[in-house]
């Protein structure tokens, strides 16, 4: 185990220094049949691609209300979420939109039907999110959680929430949920959210 | 520049060795409120997490005809495939599918509406497929195509397929075409492609 406090640990920044294979320091090239700079091992050959990363998520509802997260985690500390997070290696998209429910908020739901599909690209991301029930309301935050909450939709905390991709999932919600017809959104949002 | 030919390069390994922000030896841990092993530098903090990846494509169509693609990389050499490839930084699924048509096969296209979403958790991808109308049939193969041709639905080459997501995309496709409603198709491959 680390002698450091958890503090210690933060991501993997997006700039490569060094090969992950041989630990040798990485080039900026071009390589061969490629159309653009890649980070690349001249020891080892490796070369480091790199790709966006997809957020997976529900819009969970019991009872027509829908189950919000407060973020206890940067970035928007403080601010209401949906439950949804990176996308894990091994599992499909839903599966990590239910893992990041029930890690989050302790709720178990029934999934449903694909609802947005959104390309964020100054993000390097595609969330997802999915419809979901509630099956049992009763809320068991994690530590990403600061606390959860059912809200009616004329009590959505608008002002407050995360990230953009949470307002328009969210505003698409309301919409459809007005003539009961829920199709698949897929759109781009190509700026960051305000505050 | 490189002393070595183009063959000396390959994509890393998903089996990381060494922190790319220092080049420290990594270890393998649970981190600190976490839940799964990550490769964590314990000399600067770095925790390298990894995920799924995209790969983004198209249905191009001419005059009711398929535009394949025969593979001149592997895997799956010299098998027939639809324009695809890894989403790359800064672009959004459907700016990625149309690179890849180009640069596969020389033709450029109308992106239509988003077809299929694929679930590919064993090879740690998620598929998205476009309809797409092509502008122009001139083809230009880049170098990662031995050869590319348009298709009738009923010449098919569906025992030379490269990847079971283009079958089922195929498979859809063509089954969409006799009715006329070509609606989003999200589900999961969970084994393997034979062959």
């Known amino acids: ?6 503090s210690f640990y933060h991501p993997a920044p997006r700039t490569l220094s060094f090969c992950s294979q041989c ?11 490629d159309n653009r700079m890649r980070d690349v091992c001249e020891n080892c050959g490796a070369v480091h691609y790199q790709n966006p990363l997809n957020v997976v998520g529900v819009v969970p509802v019991w009872e027509n209300k829908i ?27 839903g599966q990590g939109a239910m893992r990041e429910t029930l890690e989050e908020s302790g ?6 039907s694909l609802f947005t599909v959104i390309n964020v690209p100054h993000a390097e991301q595609v969330h997802f999110f999915y419809l979901a029930d ?16 059912f ?17 328009s999932t969210l505003e698409h919600f309301v919409a459809d949920s007005k ?4 199709g698949l959104h897929h759109y781009e949002i190509s700026a960051p959210y305000p505050g």
């Open 179 to 182: 003539t009961g017809a829920f």
């Open 107 to 112: 709720v178990s739901i029934r999934l449903g």
């Open 23 to 33: 630990g040798t320091r990485l080039n900026r090239i071009i390589p061969p049949d």
């Open 151 to 167: 809200f009616s939709p004329e009590d959505i905390p608008w002002e407050k929430l995360a990230f953009h991709t949470i307002r």
């Open 1 to 6: 185990m680390s002698p450091h406090p958890p």
């Open 67 to 93: 189950l919000l997260c407060r973020r206890a985690i940067e970035p928007r500390h403080g601010k209401w979420t949906l439950p949804a997070g990176f996308m894990e290696l091994g599992e499909s998209t």
């Open 134 to 149: 509630v099956l049992d309301p009763a809320l068991d935050p994690g530590p990403e959680t600061l606390e959860a909450a």
